[in-house]
């Protein structure tokens, strides 16, 4: 079965900061990758998404990620933060084999400072 | 644009006592599923739906959770003899595609005292 690790679990950034969340997964196959965003007392939706092609995505908001095979990681980027972006951050990772079921991170919670 | 809602948004019970968490996924829609998030930790997948049955469960999943599509609507979920652990974020997801990407409603928070 595959997992995800998302190593930071709070980030706290002035407005203007780069931003860069980990993402991790472990599973051999192919996989269909995904980051979404919850922002305060809202539901999750989707930022960005891979299924295959060019590995560097680009996602609503400035966001992208980026997909490393080698190292099986999605990280997700956005050179300059908003206060709006303070959110959670879920990354997920859903297996082309087997079971489809999507697994997800912990989660990073980023809080920007304007 | 079509959205997955739920009811209720906050639900406060007492331990022991029956919950019916309720969803109307996007109406075209194949794929169900339930997750839920305690407090702090990951999102965690409880229960898949197509096809008018489960078509997988987690080890979350066990005989005290069941789930129903009643009228092609409505998908609920229900906890028979809720404790004390139960207490989470409960959210409804659906999509299209088995692949594809998920949709989300807003969640319920339920709450065993």
């Known amino acids: 079965a595959q997992s995800v690790s998302q190593h930071n679990h709070h980030v706290i950034l002035s407005e203007a900061a780069s931003l860069e969340l980990g993402c991790n997964y472990s599973y051999g196959g192919t996989v269909n990758l995904f980051w979404y965003v919850q922002y305060p007392g809202q539901h999750l939706q989707l930022l960005l998404k891979?299924?295959?092609?060019?590995?560097l995505v680009k996602g609503i908001k400035g966001f992208e990620a980026e997909f490393i095979k080698s190292k099986f990681s999605f990280n997700l980027r956005k050179p300059s933060v908003q206060w709006s972006d303070t959110a959670e951050y879920f990354c997920?990772?859903?297996?082309?084999?087997?079971?489809?079921?999507?697994?997800f991170g912990r989660g990073t919670s980023l809080i920007v400072h304007p | 644009e079509p959205e997955v809602t739920q009811t209720p948004s906050h639900q406060v019970t007492q331990m022991g006592q029956e919950v019916i968490l309720r969803c109307v996924p996007i109406?075209?829609?194949?794929?169900f599923y339930w997750y839920r998030q305690i407090l702090g930790q990951k999102v965690e997948f409880l229960v898949s739906f197509y096809n008018n049955e489960i078509s997988e469960k987690s080890e979350i999943f066990d005989d005290q959770f069941s789930v129903e599509r009643p009228d092609g609507s409505n998908f609920t979920l229900k906890i028979r003899s809720t404790k004390l652990e139960d207490s989470a974020m409960y959210f409804c997801?659906?999509?299209?595609?088995?692949?594809?990407?998920?949709?989300f409603g807003e969640g319920s928070r339920l709450t065993v005292l």
């Open positions: 997920a990772v859903n297996a082309m084999r087997g079971s489809y079921i999507p697994t």
């Open positions: 997801a659906s999509r299209l595609a088995q692949t594809g990407e998920l949709f």
């Open positions: 891979y299924f295959s092609g060019d590995p």
């Open positions: 109406s075209n829609h194949l794929y």
